[in-house]
T-cell receptor
Framework: SQQGEEDPQALSIQEGENATMNCSYK?????LQWYRQNSGRGLVHLIL?????REKHSGRLRVTLDTSKKSSSLLITASRAADTASYFC????????????FGKGITLSVRP | DGGITQSPKYLFRKEGQNVTLSCEQN?????MYWYRQDPGQGLRLIYY???????QKGDIAEGYSVSREKKESFPLTVTSAQKNPTAFYLC???????????FGPGTRLTVT
């Protein structure tokens, strides 16, 4: 399967703590993207990291990519209750005819 | 407001009936996508279109049909041939294939 595999499946933390979510994949990629989904809503794009990039930041979000280990991590610092959502990694594989492949998602709960 | 809209939010149909889900975007994006999301699952690609008057099958196209007659519109028809149509359907667009995707709010279809 070309689907990214996220880890853990569920994460529960206290407000103010950091949340780290991981995504692993098996074949070479063009880019990897992280999305957030609040319950019953559409997805919202968070960050896109290209295969030649190692780290990107956006506000409280930090994404890293290790192509040698075929893995990426999403770090949310100083989490807030409003960060409670499902988080998905989506992978654009090399030669994928521009189709993104989404993982099954990580459910993050941030307790106030 | 620029964005992507889907209608209706909830849709109920009897088994054996075809139903069309609407997706409109005013972002001037070339690429548009339809995904299906089942509980606890990631997104699975049904159809995608990289340009007007052209579209390709995704991973689960059987029982679905689409058209792309206008750049801003990409309607999805769920036919009676789709064996398990009850799901949450998400439409997305991107400025070009492989770029970050913007999602609509989704349509929850229930077939009984």
């Amino acid at each position: 399967s070309q689907q990214g595999e996220e880890d853990p499946q569920a994460l529960s933390i206290q407000e103010g703590e950091n949340a780290t979510m991981n995504c692993s994949y098996k074949t070479s990629i063009n880019n990897l993207q992280w999305y957030r989904q609040n319950s019953g809503r559409g997805l919202v794009h968070l960050i896109l990291i290209r295969s030649n990039e190692r780290e990107k930041h956006s506000g409280r979000l930090r994404v890293t990519l290790d192509t040698s280990k075929k893995s990426s991590s999403l770090l949310i610092t100083a989490s807030r209750a409003a960060d409670t959502a499902s988080y998905f990694c989506a992978i654009l594989h090399t030669g994928a005819n521009s189709k993104l492949t989404f993982g099954k998602g990580i459910t993050l709960s941030v307790r106030p | 407001d620029g964005g992507i809209t889907q209608s209706p939010k909830y849709l109920f149909r009897k088994e054996g009936q075809n139903v069309t889900l609407s997706c409109e975007q005013n972002l001037n994006h070339d690429a548009m996508y339809w995904y299906r999301q089942d509980p606890g699952q990631g997104l699975r690609l049904i159809y995608y279109s990289q340009i007007v008057n052209d579209f390709q099958k995704g991973d689960i196209a059987e029982g679905y049909s689409v058209s792309r007659e206008k750049k801003e519109s990409f309607p999805l028809t769920v036919t009676s041939a789709q064996k398990n149509p009850t799901a949450f359907y998400l439409c997305a667009s991107s400025i070009m294939a492989g770029a970050e995707q913007y999602f609509g709010p989704g349509t929850r279809l229930t077939v009984t």
